[in-house]
């Protein structure tokens, strides 16, 4: 045989097995595609909405068909709104399944409260009330070369754009005297920037006076906030500190050179699944003179 008869021989040869390699690469491609879990149930879920940071819960729950044992793996979440990447999740483990089973994945978001304020502010001006979510999933299986991945998941899901009302403390009047304890009414003004009604229950807020005297407040039952709105929300705060004359004192004489901070926390109420019963945390600060009203009652 002429060494080039045998030249074209292996060069034919390296063309059959290019071409079976790649035809085989795509249909392993398509099968695995194919056997992907179907994704029974994907819940986006409000957890908390808090100044700095708002935490989401991204539930899912998926079937498998792959005829195979599937390893342990690991999943993580991206979330675009309009486009822009929101969030995006550290990896979860996933379990070891067989065909037919059904696993079930809770993956924690945790989202800049102002990323997300200036993302619903550009939705405000659209005109939208909504946002449409995009979610990714990326998921990569261990021990299993040939199908490693990553392999993606994807799905929409709308959730309500629901903002952090603004509260600010307006008036207080002693209402009750003793040297061991005293309760004072304080006013919080409290707007809503939504443009549905938004609904919460058991509120409760702390007062720190000066980063010493702390008064407490609690307000059981369900309170609404009109749409596009401001309500006054009326609290007895307990003050059981043991100062209760030098917080009393600077709230009366001192009221303009003495600093105060609250933290208000309460729980949403809503028809809409991923906003109801999420945590809602409201922080403020300034003088005592800001809410300095004409004493004893």
């Known amino acids: 045989m002429s060494k080039r008869r045998v030249v074209t021989i292996v060069i034919v040869l390296a063309l059959i097995l290019v071409a079976l390699g790649i035809y085989l690469y795509q249909q392993r491609e398509a099968v695995l595609k194919a056997a992907l879990p179907e994704l029974l149930r994907t819940d986006v879920v409000v957890q908390e909405l808090g100044p700095d940071t708002t935490h989401w819960v991204l539930s899912v729950e998926m079937l498998h068909h792959l005829p195979l044992p599937i390893p342990t793996g690991e999943m993580r979440a991206m979330i675009r709104v309009e486009g822009e990447d929101l969030v995006e999740s550290g990896p979860v483990r996933t379990p070891k399944a067989v065909k037919g089973d059904t696993s079930r994945l809770v993956i924690p978001l945790r989202v800049r409260t102002r990323d997300l304020v200036d993302l619903l502010n ?19 299986m261990d021990h299993l070369p040939f199908a490693r991945g990553p392999w993606l998941l994807q799905v929409e899901r709308t959730l309500p754009a629901v903002r952090i009302p603004k509260v600010i403390a307006r008036h207080t009047a002693i209402e009750e005297f003793g040297l061991r304890e005293a309760q004072v009414d304080l006013t919080l003004h409290v707007f809503n920037p939504n443009r549905a009604e938004l609904a919460f229950r058991d509120l409760e807020m702390d007062v720190t006076i000066d980063d010493r005297q702390t008064m407490h407040a609690a307000l059981p039952g369900r309170t609404v906030l009109r749409a596009m709105d401001t309500t006054a929300i009326s609290l007895p705060l307990d003050l059981r500190t043991g100062g209760v004359v030098k917080g009393l004192f600077d709230l009366v004489f001192r009221a303009r050179r003495t600093p105060y901070s609250f933290d208000l926390r309460c729980i949403a109420v809503s028809q809409a699944e991923e906003v109801n019963d999420s945590r809602i945390l409201v922080r403020g600060a300034g003088t005592l003179d800001d809410v300095k009203d004409t004493g004893h009652r």
Do not use: T
């Open 122 to 140: 550009r939705l405000e001006r659209s005109g939208a009330d909504s946002m449409h979510c995009h979610v990714d999933l990326n998921w990569r």
